[in-house]
């Protein structure tokens, strides 16, 4: 949570207002990248160990250690690779019970207000789908025989070129967000989330090749909710507040996370594999609809007053 915080904020602070979407575009195709180098690396660390005569408590152990360093290993690159302190300012740095409440106060601003409901429905967006398709591909597979190893083998193929087109689409995304209004973009973003999740009461199973065109309606629609809260949240923070509120907006996506998943389950069990991500499609839904009210009674700055 601290690490994502900080990221967003960093994130954030470096562009100018004009090059903020492509920023936070890049920075979701490294995310993918990552997801990739550790799927493909760090996950097959614990079999290779056991194979290499480790005891399984050992090789997880090994495998936990190992990314521990990783992690230390960037945070000293980060200390020293970037500028410290909050973006300049000659202004009396704010105390911390002041910064402490300006993140509820901010929600007075109808943008900032849409950028944590935002949150709160978006970041749960990836979460549903990074655990409940491989369980809908899980359950197809023994239905049509497969073993859940080979049932996963076989999505892994269809999870690594939705990974792809997320690669590509994230920097695209980024570079639309600075070409319209930052509000508008979450309606946008909100429109695609409402139509991916919803496309999936379509599909029969995660392992057809033709469900693959719904799939990809569904990775078009999942992180972009996400990426255009970003957006706007940067836009319209105050540099000395800015940690403050990504971390509010952190909170409220991690109420969202818990919520949703534990109503995604239920929905699993009770209305069948689609269930959770119609769920998510409806709230998408109700996100659209207040994204379209701030649009039109607050709209903040256009795009010629950010690139000006």
């Given at each position: 949570a601290a690490a994502s915080t900080a990221?967003?904020?960093?994130t954030n602070d470096y562009p100018q207002e004009r090059s903020r979407g492509k920023v936070i575009g890049?920075?979701?195709?490294?995310t993918n990248c990552g997801l990739v180098l550790?799927?493909?690396g760090l996950a097959q660390l614990p079999a290779a160990l056991v194979g290499g005569g480790f005891g399984a408590v050992e090789a997880g152990r090994v495998t936990f250690l190992v990314a521990a360093a990783v992690c230390v290993l960037s945070a000293v690159i980060f200390r020293f690779g970037l500028r410290g302190g909050t973006p300049a300012s000659d202004v009396e740095q704010p105390g911390l019970w002041t910064l402490l409440g300006s993140g509820f106060r901010a929600a007075r601003n109808p943008r900032i207000a849409l950028s944590y409901a935002t949150s709160f429905g978006g970041r749960a967006n990836n979460v549903i789908?990074?655990?409940?398709l491989p369980l809908w591909a899980m359950q197809a597979g023994t239905e049509m025989g497969l073993d859940p190893g080979a049932?996963?083998?076989?999505?892994?193929?269809?999870?690594?070129?939705i990974i792809a087109i997320g690669m590509v689409w994230g920097p695209t995304f980024g570079f639309l967000m600075d070409r319209i209004n930052r509000v508008t973009a979450v309606a946008l973003a909100a429109s695609l989330g409402t139509v991916g999740h919803l496309s999936m009461a379509l599909m029969d199973s995660p392992l057809d090749v033709s469900?693959?065109?719904l799939l990809v309606l569904l990775?078009?629609?999942s992180p972009t909710p996400l990426m255009a809260s970003l957006g706007l949240l940067g836009q319209e923070a105050p540099g000395r507040q800015r940690g403050t509120m990504f971390g509010m907006s952190g909170l409220m996506g991690a109420v969202g996370i818990l919520l949703f998943t534990k109503a995604g389950g239920a929905l699993f069990d009770a209305v069948g594999p689609a269930g959770p991500f119609i769920m998510m499609g409806l709230v998408q839904a109700v996100m659209l609809v207040a994204a379209i009210a701030v649009r039109v009674t607050a709209a903040g700055p256009q795009i010629n007053q950010i690139n000006s």
């Open positions: 990221l967003v904020t960093i890049v920075s979701s195709l490294m550790v799927t493909l789908r990074g655990v409940f049932a996963m083998a076989r999505f892994g193929l269809v999870f690594f070129g469900a693959f065109p990775t078009l629609g």
